[in-house]
């Protein structure tokens, strides 16, 4: 079984590349975030046309989390389940029972500046996903995948003494991620890429990507059951070049595990 994520700054304007990429690499599963879509705007029909299902949960304009699966689509859940009267701001939270396991979609605040109040929604919007994982079971096969706006260690930045001091690597956010290891989950793509430089974001401006300055933000943890059937994890960096495919390239690169279920 083949999984894939990817942060497409804009179904929309990207349509035609994610499609394209859809067939060329024929993941069984694809988390999508920042589609930028409302609901009714979601691409169903250009999907089913490849043999997939879309569900989708985004309010437009900003954010948006969708998952397209070949392998069936049940159990949905839009938006980050709480016990209080929190509310998620829309958008960033999409979970459904794919084939043999449970999958969330995830697209995690930015946070802006440290100390911001962007900032510290960023941190109580992964506080609630530690909650929410504390309600589900670490023997099941589950994945968490998408755009974590966090690179959890030095290596996972360009320039690690340049990027302190700001969002994505401050210590805050660093523990708010690795509360998600504690609780067992694992950072299967790290597994198999443990060196540096091994990023899955680049900014758009001077050349960055050509020069590798980029982060590793984007994250696919798996409970360790599925971590188990795990035989390859990749990066996709020709879909962030331009000529790969049609149109204009998103600033992240997707990200494919793939499982050996006859393990």
């Given at each position: ?28 599963v ?5 589609t930028?879509?409302t609901d ?39 938006g ?125 401006r ?43 390239p ?14």
């Amino acid at each position: 079984m083949r999984l894939a994520t990817w942060n497409v700054n804009s179904l929309k304007a990207r349509l035609d590349r994610v499609l394209a990429w859809t067939e060329r690499h024929e993941p069984d599963v694809l988390c999508l975030q920042e589609t930028k879509l409302t609901d009714a705007q979601a691409p169903l029909m250009d999907f089913r046309a490849l043999g997939y299902d879309l569900v989708h949960h985004g309010p437009g304009r900003w954010n948006g989390v969708a998952i397209a699966s070949r392998i069936g689509i049940a159990d949905v859940v839009a938006g980050l389940p709480v016990r209080d009267d929190w509310t998620d701001d829309g958008g960033r939270f999409l979970a459904a029972t794919c084939g043999p396991i449970r999958v969330a979609s995830i697209y995690v605040p930015n946070g802006r500046v440290v100390d911001s109040e962007f900032y510290l929604e960023k941190l109580e919007w992964l506080a609630r996903l530690s909650v929410w994982l504390d309600d589900n079971d670490p023997t099941t096969e589950l994945a968490i995948c998408g755009d974590y706006n966090v690179a959890p260690e030095d290596i996972d930045v360009w320039d690690a003494q340049a990027a302190h001091g700001g969002t994505h690597v401050s210590p805050r956010e660093r523990a708010a991620v690795a509360k998600l290891r504690e609780w067992g989950m694992v950072d299967i793509v790290r597994q198999f890429h443990p060196e540096p430089g091994f990023f899955s974001w680049w900014d758009y401006r001077a050349g960055h990507f050509h020069k590798n300055f980029g982060m590793r933000i984007d994250h696919v943890y798996v409970t360790p059951p599925l971590a188990a059937r795990a035989v390859a994890a990749e990066r996709d960096r020709e879909a962030r070049k331009p000529s790969t495919y049609p149109g204009i390239p998103s600033d992240h690169a997707p990200l494919i595990v793939d499982f050996d279920f006859d393990r």
